[in-house]
């Protein structure tokens, strides 16, 4: 593992500790969801369909939740982090909801053969790409988990909503695309603005739409959908004014820019030409 994968781990390591441990937590509201609150959104589950018995892989699962909610809906579900400290409380968490799913520790850019051709379904939600050094091996594993005819479903982050900084004034000040390391120093959380936190580095990585279904096609994928969404039903980055309907959207000028894409792309029963 390179020096910034290996700091990336330390501050999600760092993160999957305190996430879902405080009472103004955000995104991770463990009690209601031991209570049975579904924390998968809309976009998501559409895509998903019927998880029913399917075999269905979390990438970038974190400490599980998300995991634990496809089981809830009759997965077989299985979720993978490289995160230890992420994994370790995602199987604690499994046995406090009474639920069953497994987890494996791994780097998403070389997930283990175990894992290969195993399942209809690999999903990874908001937060991912921004991570990955290497998008085209991060493209080549999913898909390598796929049975012929299985399915990647991705919604994340909209790259034009990552280069925003403020929308009032607008500035935009990240790179849209290009996939060269941004270094940062970390302070807290955006799961809670109060908890204390420990300042550590970090690189992210910044993928236009084009890149991404590009890395998709390249690994062998074929593109089912790839949509654009202005409006989300969280904010994902604590930046977006909510509107009368309960929706996030990111206003400009008259109209509104992407905040989210999804996108599902298949591994073909025989390899296209
Ligand atoms: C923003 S979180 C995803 C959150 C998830 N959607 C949820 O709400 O539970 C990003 C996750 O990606 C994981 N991650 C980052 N880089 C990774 C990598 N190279 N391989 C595997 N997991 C990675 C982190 O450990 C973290 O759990």
Same mark, same amino acid.
């Given at each position: ?5 290996? +700091? ?5 390591? +760092? #993160?999957? #500790? ?35 018995? &399917? ?28 995160? /230890?400290? !992420? ?12 639920? #069953? ?38 493209? &080549? ?17 909209? =790259? ?8 009032? /004034?607008?500035? +935009? ?25 420990? !300042? ?17 096609? &390249? ?21 977006? /004014? &909510?509107? !009368? ?5 990111? =206003? ?5 820019? =992407? ?11 025989? /390899?296209?030409?």
């Amino acid at each position: 593992m390179n020096e910034e994968t290996a +700091a990336n781990r330390a501050l999600w390591d +760092a #993160r999957a #500790r305190v996430h879902g441990t405080t009472a103004e937590d955000r995104f991770y509201d463990v009690p209601s969801f031991l209570a049975g609150r579904q924390t998968l959104y809309g976009i998501e589950r559409d895509l998903a369909g019927d998880v029913k018995g &399917r075999d269905l892989l979390h990438l970038h699962c974190h400490f599980g939740m998300d995991t634990l909610n496809w089981a809830r809906l009759g997965a077989r579900a299985t979720g993978t982090d490289f995160s /230890p400290a !992420a994994i370790s409380r995602a199987r604690e968490l499994t046995v406090r909801a009474g639920l #069953r799913a497994d987890f494996v520790e791994a780097d998403a850019q070389q997930l283990p053969q175990e894992l290969a051709a195993r399942f209809d379904l690999a999903i990874a939600t908001y937060g991912v790409l921004c991570w990955i050094a290497d998008l085209d091996a991060w493209m &080549r594993s999913a898909a390598m988990t796929l049975r012929p005819g299985g399915a990647l479903i991705m919604v994340d982050l909209h =790259p034009l909503f990552q280069t925003v900084a403020t929308f009032d /004034p607008f500035v +935009a000040d990240w790179p849209y695309g290009g996939g060269r390391q941004q270094q940062e120093t970390v302070v807290g959380t955006y799961a809670d603005a109060n908890v204390h936190m420990e !300042a550590l580095d970090a690189a992210q990585y910044p993928y236009s739409l084009g890149e991404i279904v590009t890395a998709a096609v &390249r690994a062998g994928l074929h593109i089912d959908s790839l949509r654009e969404h202005t409006e989300a039903e969280f904010d994902p980055r604590g930046i977006l /004014p &909510r509107r !009368a309907d309960g929706l996030y959207h990111l =206003p400009f000028s008259a109209t509104h820019l =992407p905040v989210l894409y999804s996108l599902k792309a298949t591994l073909p029963a025989s /390899p296209l030409r």
